[in-house]
């Protein structure tokens, strides 16, 4: 157990999230205790307004807990600067790019930025891990080709690809399998397995993929209102963790087959 | 990276035809003088006839090199813009900060009258001019950026680029109102644009000007290739949004400032060089759009300068109208034809 623990790429202490609006504070989400070691898969599972993305910018340093503590790496986030930051977690998010204009290639190699220096020349190494990074999601075949030209789904892949190629111990990615089919949805999550367990990466995503989410990841954190709980798959069945998550009246949890039917 | 190889032999090419631009700009005028007597004379060597190498050193070498840097500086501050304000259709002229600029000039101009006579002492020199132009094109600039931050609506910046050059003309003619006629008359035709009048000393002024300006753009490269992604990931890149920025406005307001401070307001080429250039070169990295801009933009300034000359006769027109008639022409065409800018 200890040797695990020291490893530990993302941890939180009793962490409060939510919004600083002119000194009123809003908060989301209460009581997050979570620990993610490294070639793990983790979803973040809850109804619109939960606060999935609140806590997943928060985790990024994009904004500012409210309370508790956050340790990325064993270092506190707060105290992390931002270069070493981009070192240590990497992003994929439902922002709209400003430029779909880039090749893949170039794309995948802006990944390598916080290692080059100050005019983005890449190295024989940059260009290795940018080559291993597409390789990894599968995508050599369309490397050449302009992101304004790509599927959703391809797209979704070449943005999992610019963060591997950030190599970080972190992947974070904002709910990466929206506007996919259920074909794809199926496959990026797999395919996030998959990478978690290759790379010894840690990767966290937010989903409203439940059923898939139970299937493929090792843990999962649900965020219910005020309630944060945090376990693998089979702990939260047993401890009956799922079954309020959606108004009963209309969907229950099933425990036989692991999943979530209309009623 | 392929791409990368051939994308180098354009920017190569295009700083050749930069220096043909600049022969037959040099050899064409109302006195035409043939392309060897040029290189002759800015070799050093002898010239056919002693007016030759007058005309050339004195009057044709300077304004030559200043649409070099005219161009060149405003099409760059213009890609710098279209990437900051993620908007393809920004540019020095249209988002005002030509008329902030104006509006410095016409106070350094005009504001003796204004504001009494010893005011103009201190105001009237060359580098006066430059800082009250950079000055100007700063403060408007400033203002579209905390209109930008309130908004995020890339329309709503336009047009509020376009009030600001409604409001600093507005200025600009109250204070004409009040200027005797030779500062007006001074003023007109500063804003006709103009790239013949300057001097070596104003060249050499301008040209420092310019060189922090391209230096600081050329430092923003690895930053702005970050900002393509949008702000959330340039920050998880380890870019410093903040810091970025103000280096962008910085090189922008003293490009754009001191070559309208010299040069008078020049339209179009910043917005349409760039999207000219993506023409050439059908990629968003700066690492090559920066040179192949710098080069487009000098290219162009050359031929509008070569037509306003009207080789062979002895009138020259408004540099300004020039770009004009070649720049709006441009844009249209892009819009028509593609219906969407490419970014």
Redesign the interface.
Known sequence: MNSEDSNIVLKTEDLSIGYKKKKKEQIVATNIDIAINPGELVAVIGVNGAGKSTLLKTL?G?IQSIDGDIFIDKNKLSETE??K???T???V?T?????????V???VA??R??Y?N???RLTKND?KKIMHAIKLVNIEDIK?K?C?ELSDGQFQKVLIARALA?DTSLIILDEPTTHLDLYHKAYVLKLLQKLSKETNKAILFASHEINLALQLCDKLLILKEKKALFGTPKELISSNALNDLFPEHLIQFDKESSSFKIK | MLNQKKYTIIIILLFLAVIIAALFNISLGSVNIPIEEVTAALFGLEVEKDTWRYIILNYRLPKAITAIITGSGLAVSGLLMQTLFRNPLAGPYVLGLSSGASLGVAIVFMGASVFGASFATILLSEWSLVIASSLGSLLVLFAVILASIRLRDTMAILIIGLMFASLTAAIVSVLAYFSPASQLQQYVFWSYGSLGDLSWDEVFILGLFWIVGILISIGSIKNLNSLLLGEQYARSLGTNIRKNRFMIIIATSVLAGSITAFAGPIAFVGLAVPHLIRQIIPSANHITLVPAVIFGGAILMLICDIIAQLPGSEFSLPINAITSLIGAPVVIWLLVRKRKFNF
């Open positions: 990024s994009i931002p270069d930051l981009a070192k977690i990497s992003l998010l922002e709209q790019l400003l430029s779909k204009n880039l090749s290639m170039e794309l802006l990944g930025q916080p080059t100050w005019i983005g260009l050449n302009k304004h950030q």
